[in-house]
């Protein structure tokens, strides 16, 4: 029963519970599983109401509370960039921001902090012969990552943070881009790719990084940044005065590690530098009222079956049929000397036979997912 409508959206009665259900933007879903993983771990409830009608309204709240933390007549640009990367699924926040920001309690430490680009979002093109991945948009990305963390570290520490402060910004889908870009993952050509992107990812940060030492000082000299000297040397001689000038606000960003919940939430990507499949086709989603187990093929092959790219959806089962856990460290090797911090998470398991045959008959779930459709489950 529709009560009435409220703030661009109505509420109904669903059971014991009262939903304020969106109306106002289309959903950018791909996957049913990332509508639930925003429901269940990131939406916003507060009282007995959904504050979150749409995931548009999650990227808006976390940008429009980072954006305080600009001078007064660079908040909206900051805000509108940040609001660009989240609903394009280019950059994602760590978990606690996502949770919390522009809510009635914001909470997160002042330190300690992680981002994530997806590098599936910077594929154009896929499965096609024109396909290619935007390195420089990507490192516009990696900068504003940066520049996102720094703002709620400043916000956490209000003496206006720290330049000590330990962030994280790393990369996942990149298996996702290399099945869209029709690179096997077990390849040199494979590996090259995950090399250039390692180095994309840390040529952004290091921008970011200067940036917010020339903007807020409390700057590290670059000689108490070992582990950038030798990625600058292959840049312009520019770079190097201006970071030998100023310094850099962060000695290490770059990591790759796992973020499950993250991955998830981007339309089920693979999760860090994890080949695909490797956690399986279904997934639980635990909340507070029910668990739910969800079966998909992810992302990339999603996609795939949705533009009939079946060639390359051959490839790559025949691929992930025979996929070594060598695989994973050669691709992992060829990144390593860009990323400031080891990758010593677990190896993934080679994909069992009988997961590649149920994938293969799932269906593709690429259509824009709207959650208005399953209503008393999006609950307050």
Known sequence: MWLKSLAGGRLILAGKFIVRVAMRHSSPFKDIIAVEAWDAWFRWREEGYLRDLSIHDTWSRIARLLSTAEPRDQAAAFERRMIEASESWRLLLDERIIVSAGTAKPDWPGDGLAAVLNAASFVCAPYSDDAC??????????????????????????????????LRIGVMGLADAMAMLQLPYDSAAGRRFAHDVARSLAIGCLHGSLRMACDRGDAHSLSACPAQQHKLQAQPAELLRDVQRHGLRHQRLTTIEPQRRIALLANNIADAVDPLLAHGYAHTIADAYTTRSICSSGYAINLAKHLNAHGALTALFKELAILSPEAQLALRAAMQAWIDYPMDYLLAQSVPSETLSAVAALRPTQERIDPRQYGPRYRA
Do not use: I, R
């Open 133 to 166: 991945f935007e390195h420089e948009p990507f490192e516009a990305v990696a900068a504003l990552a940066v520049h996102a963390l720094d703002n709620a570290c400043c916000m956490a520490d209000q003496s206006g943070g720290q330049a000590h402060t330990h």
